[in-house]
């Protein structure tokens, strides 16, 4: 079966005398991909296809009962000698049209033959439901009679008046969602919320059903059959399905193209509809599963449906739309050429197209779907792993074998035992290393920059708090916030007149004690001792009085500016000891105080930090020079500014028990940097912003692995 | 009787694939477990120690006792019985062919009656083996048929055997090339059919073709029913296929079953004859370079630009199927073909105005074998014959298929270690090793390797001189006719007699290898040459040391290396072996140089002391056969799969 070309082959009496022809009941259609004619014939009984070319077309139609393949062949020799198949071009094409069960052949003896190849198809069936153990499907029902009775009903509206009501339902429901678009965001913060996990599947099924009656019955309409309805398991989440593939006979393009997108429309219509119940709802179930409809129909349709990078609507969409079935198979096999006809030299790899553009369409879809394949499944992976470790693992080593571990062994064993590479191998296995082994060298040798970036605070790096040191009413603002003072300047003064009474009490009790110490004196002295330490406590009582009258002027504790913003709210308020009022910051050097976490921390710890700058919020322009970091060995959990938490809009995680998001989930490092000259940017206490530290250059490699481990580490404490 | 004609071929053997194939070679490393042999080797000591019950029997009285264990066998054939029934086989061939059969042959007999494929040590006697077997076998009157390599051996094996196949019996048929069919149906009706695996499945494809008319089962059954009444002609020759015993297992089973038996029959096609006289034509005016270029590794010829546009300038008012590119192109690289890799005198020679293909190992003509529809007829065109009817295959199968539908295969041989995974792989046979009789005191002398084929050469009649002169015999293997003809004319320049074997009648071969053992003898042979044949020694011979073997070449497998040695030392004679390899023998460029110069593994290998590179060789071309001989096997079964609608072979 080497070549193609042969007119001649050693295995033609196999069929030379055989009468074979088409079975009666296969239908033959003619389709046009990409301008080119193409003839379809299909198998009613198994719903199964094939695809001819029309030369190939030509012969097998030629086939009839009163002449031999022989004769055929002749005279299709005769006719079109140019254009006629070759000896093994038409025993492999018989072969395959057997195989598919669309030829009438004499010989019903071999059931045997016939059994095995049944059971091979159903162990690769089983075989590629257990590979594709997220999208497992069971087929259940048979809706093709519903779907019949129904389309009386339904069929008037699959046509223009259809979609003008379409398009107007869908333009309203625009317009209310424009209308509530904050309240359409507020409420989109509750939809993970474990409550309402139930109504959010709830509107799934519903939505996935009237989905997959779209597709049936758009399918139904344009006289495609639709036999089987089912439950697939999407990530172990039950979801129903049909199986509209008998719209892939249809000869129009367009329709095919419609039965694609008919569960979106169906979805986008739903949805329109739910808009106009959320909107004239109160909070209340149906409500919520309005709001949840509309959100699914919109994310999944958008993401998934719609999105021919995964194989779900859109890909058969954006196929028929091309003209190009089978995209994905054929772009895999374009750039498995590519690598073989450019890399290795294989001068007889064949492209699956001839047309230039259409290889551009191929290399890019092959290398975007592949890519964003990777990405989706790591999500799913992680997203299900999280959930159910045990099943995560599996799957992990499921997906580990059949996309990296299988695949690679087969590449290296094509590399090795493959005929097609034998005049190139060394090329092939030389290209092969020697990428590889670039490869590898890029990633473990070559340093490459990286740096890591972390929010924090600007803080002055010298200043103090001004703290009540004793209760009392703020009566007056001695010095205007904004000023510069001096250390000692009197800032605030508080009044408390209970501690003046008090300490006229402590007076009077001071001379009640003097009295009876004298009076004690005069009588023989029994009873003085007490008296005299009752005199020292009474004594250093109003010692402490003093120097809390004292405190009642607040002054300031060092030279700096005396910022207190909020001040003047205070005034009259009675503040209890240690209430803060306000800073007195010297301006001299400002620190950037930003929390690292743990896993990056170690970065900080292991590598020599090169250059590191610090940008802050709302000037982004202006990076500010670090001149030296300190990075502070102590776990902390309590953040320097409580705008750094996710609470207060930063992004660090931190506890749902503390009310003031100012602890952290996890321990961090405090990182203090000082800040050089700040250029234009206006330096503050307290703004935030974010440091880029850049760390030694280091290979992708080492850098990737302790990614991993600290992923694994941090998710499953492996 | 009616019944025997009608029979179904059975089914072949699964292949399996995948984790089912890693199972399944697991299956087989357990049946080849050296328990095993022992096993057979107690069982063989107990059919030993059953000897003296039938030794003491007259020859009425041991010929009543295998009438009853044949009635036993008739019906069922049971592990006791077995045994027994061994001893009085064994006391009865002992009285007619005057052989006792060592312990080890009685191992081999059971071995090849329980299905195995047993690797005994050239000499031990495996055609008396084979026989003892056989009755065991015969007795079940199922088809069963003793297959071996050539028809000498099928002729002198069965007459060898007949008077003990009488005794016990046993009716013995034999068919050879040119036998009648009615000798044909003859012979394979009898209890025990010896043939070669050719004819056999010649027979077997001819009887399909009888059959391909009736399609269905329901009509060849009618038919059958129909058939004693039907021109003799009509009918199948054979009983069926069910059982069979093959000696030289390896080469038949692994070397010669990659080629597929064709039965083709002349159809006379103008077009065609005229098409390749055109193409003759063309290719005349064609030049290497210029034209095209020539791939000689792979045999293939490649055109270029240049070549493309004057071929087709050429043939520009040719009819019909010149107008097709493809056709075209096709037509013209045969021609092609047949000029570049196709030279008269090594691949084929002219006898009677007729291109007879030469077989390449054996130098042998082969006149009944035809090349490919159209390159025949091309390499006729260019020798200026009339270009002859070119021949339509009308059945084919290959042996290896043909094997695999036997239900009760077993084999023996010399030397199946090497190759025990693949012959449980496609035949699912289990192979077994069996001591020696007598220890083999063969001294294999280290290998000569030397850098280029003159030194070697040189080496060669250094060693030749040297044992000649001590009087001792020398059998020097050779890999084909052309190296064995170039040593005659070095002997022929030292001054030595030899004998070299290119003789085209298989007796007279066997013969001259048969006296090989004789003093100071030179044979001069290629691996294949004499097979099944033993070398006596001259009692004198064995005092000075026994035959010495020289194997000039290393061989694609070192099967055939050993099989070559085999030939000194058997049952316990003296004898030593020396092999000699250079750099430049053809498994070594082929394996290391040969598909391309930059091979990164030549590079590897160069650095490699020498006799790991013709190790290395030696394993890189089984390989390379191994791969080639699946990937026969999986086009033959798609074909298969695929067109099983076809409802033939």
Known sequence: MADNQQTFSESWHRVANQRIYLRSSVRVRRQYYRGERWYVLENPVSNQYFRLRPQAYEFIARLRPDKTVEQVWEESLETNPDEAPGQDAVIRLLAQLYQVGLLHYENPEDSAELFRRFQQRRQREIRSKFLNLMFIRFPLLDPDRF?????????????????????????????????????????????????????LY??????????????????????????????????????????????????????RALVGLAGMIVEVFVAALATFVWANTGAGLVHNLAYNMMFIASVSTLLFNLNPLLRFDGYYILCDLLNYPNLHQHSAGQLKHVVKRHAYGVATSKSPTDKKSEKTILVTFGILSHIYRIIVFTGILLFVADRFLLIGVVMAVICLFSWIVAPLGKWIYYLFTSPELDRVRSRAVGVTLGFVGVLLIFLQLVPLPHHFRASGVVAAENWAELVSQTEGTLMEVLVEPGAQVTAGTP???????????????????????????????????????????????????????????????????????????????????????????????HPGGFEFISPVLQDDVDRLFANEIGSSEVRLFGMAEAGIEVTSMDIIPVEKRQLPSRALGWSGGGDIPVTQEDEQGATTAEPFFEVRSKLGSSGDAHLLHGRSGKIRFDLKAEPLLPRWIRRLRQLLQRRYQL | MASDQFYQVPKPRPMYRGLDSVMHGWIGAYQRRSAIGRQLLQDAEAVDALAPRFEVMNDHELRA??????????????????????????EAAFRTVGLKAFVVQLAGALALNRGHLVEMATGEGKTLTAGLAAVLIGWTRKPFHVMTVNDYLVARDASWLEPFYEFCRIRVGKVVGGASEEERREAHRCDVTYTTSRELLADLLRDQMKNRDSATRSRR??????????????????????????????????????????????????????????????????????????????????????GRQKIESLSHDWPGIWKSEARREELVRQALVGRVFFLKGKQYIVQDGKVVIVDEFTGRPMPQRSWRQGLHQAIEVKEGLKPSDPSETVARMSFQRFFRCFTKLSGMTGTARESARELWRIYQLPVVCLPSNKPCIRRQHQRVITTDEASKWHAVMEEIKAVHHQGRPILIGTRNVHVSEKIGEML??????????????????????????????????????????????????????????????????????????????????????????????????????????????????????????????????????????????????????????????
């Open chain 2, 492 to 649: 022929d320049e030292a001054g030595l007699r030899y004998q070299i074997l290119n003789a085209t009648r298989l007796s007279e071969e066997a013969m001259i290898v048969a006296r090989a053992g004789e003093k100071g003898r030179i044979t001069v042979a290629t691996n294949m040459a004499g097979r099944g044949t033993d070398i006596k020694l001259d009692p004198d011979v064995s005092a000075l040391g026994g035959l010495h073997v020289i194997a000039t070449e290393p061989h694609e497998t070192g099967r055939v290396d050993r099989q070559l040695f085999g030939r000194c030392g058997r049952q316990g004679d003296p004898g030593t072996a020396r092999m000699f390899a250079s750099m430049e023998d053809e498994i070594i460029v082929r394996a290391l140089k040969g598909s391309e110069k930059s091979y990164p593994m030549t590079a590897l290998s160069s650095l490699l002391p020498r006799p790991w590179m013709v190790n290395f060789a030696q394993w890189i071309s089984e390989r390379r056969a191994y791969k080639q001989r699946l990937a026969v096997l999986r086009a033959d079964r798609w074909l298969e799969e695929s067109l099983s609608f076809s409802g033939q072979s």
């Open chain 1, 202 to 255: 709830a509107g799934l099924v519903i939505l996935k059903t009237l989905h997959e009656f779209g597709h049936a019955f758009f399918c139904r309409k344009f006289g495609g059959e639709v036999h089987v309805m089912g439950v697939m398991l999407m990530i172990f989440t039950p979801i129903p399905y049909v199986d509209a593939t008998s719209s892939w006979g249809f000869s129009s393009r367009w329709k």
């Open chain 1, 491 to 585: 800032l605030l003064r508080l009044s408390n007149p209970e501690l003046s009474l008090e300490m006229r009490r402590a007076e009077a009790r001071l001379s009640e004690v003097k009295m009876q110490l004298l009076q004690a004196m005069s009588f023989d002295g029994v009873d003085v001792k007490p008296l005299l330490f009752q005199r020292q406590s009474i004594e250093e009582r109003i010692l402490v009085l003093k120097q809390r009258q004292e405190d009642l002027i607040m002054k300031s504790p060092i030279d700096g500016i005396w910022v207190a913003p909020e001040v003047e709210q205070v005034i009259g308020r009675w503040l209890v000891r240690g209430s803060s009022l306000g800073r007195v910051i």
């Open chain 2, 221 to 306: 059954i009618l038919k059958q029913m129909t058939q004693s009444r039907m021109q003799g002609n009509q009918r199948g020759v054979l009983r069926g296929i069910h059982m069979a015993v093959v000696d030289e297992a390896d080469s038949i089973l692994i070397d010669e079953a990659v080629t597929p038996l064709i039965i083709s029959s002349p159809r006379p096609n103008e077009s065609l004859k005229k098409a390749i006289y055109h193409a003759d034509a063309l290719v005349r005016q064609l030049s290497e370079r210029d034209h095209y270029t020539v791939q000689s590794t792979y045999k293939e010829i490649y055109f270029t630009e240049a």
């Open chain 1, 147 to 199: 779907l019949k009775r129904m389309l009386p009903i339904v069929g008037p509206l699959i046509s223009p008046f259809g979609f003008l009501i379409w398009l107007l339902t869908v333009g309203g429901a625009l317009k209310v969602v424009l209308d509530y678009f904050p309240a359409l965001k507020d409420e989109s913060q509750a939809l993970l919320a474990p409550g309402n996990l139930v109504w």
């Open chain 2, 65 to 90: 006792a295998l009438l009853e264990f044949r009635s036993v066998f008739l019906r069922r054939p049971k592990h006791d019985a077995e045994l027994e029934a061994l001893a009085a086989v064994r």
